[in-house]
């Protein structure tokens, strides 16, 4: 069971960012990005400490319960892009982002 409560928010985060790359445009500061990718991992990270049971310990063990769920929930969003989604799906959201060149006839 404990590796499943350490596993758990790893593989929560591999999820996370094919749908962070939609919201998330090339414009954007790194600021703005890092906001972005950041409050839903903080979210994910607090849900999976709650629905694993450790918030009921009390405050100091609480925070680090969350902050180790939602450190686990970055680490694997960001190692699930570099290697895995960005390679697959940067190419074609670029091309959708850009607009389409219409051809004229002279």
């Known amino acids: 069971m404990d590796l499943l409560r350490e596993t758990g928010p790893f593989l929560f ?13 090339a414009n954007w500061s790194g600021q703005s990005k890092f906001l972005a990718i950041f409050l839903p991992v903080l979210v994910l990270g607090f849900c999976t400490s709650a629905l694993a049971g450790e918030l009921t310990a009390g405050m100091p063990d609480d925070l680090v319960a969350v902050i180790i769920d939602t450190s686990l929930v970055y680490t694997g969003s ?13 190419e074609h959201i670029r091309r959708s982002a850009l607009p389409e060149t219409k051809r004229v006839l002279r």
Request: hydrophobic content about 60%; aromatic content about 16%.
């Open 78 to 90: 960001q190692l699930a892009y570099r290697f895995f989604w960005k390679p697959i799906l940067e």
């Open 13 to 25: 985060g591999m999820i996370v960012p094919p749908i962070l790359m939609l919201l998330i445009r």
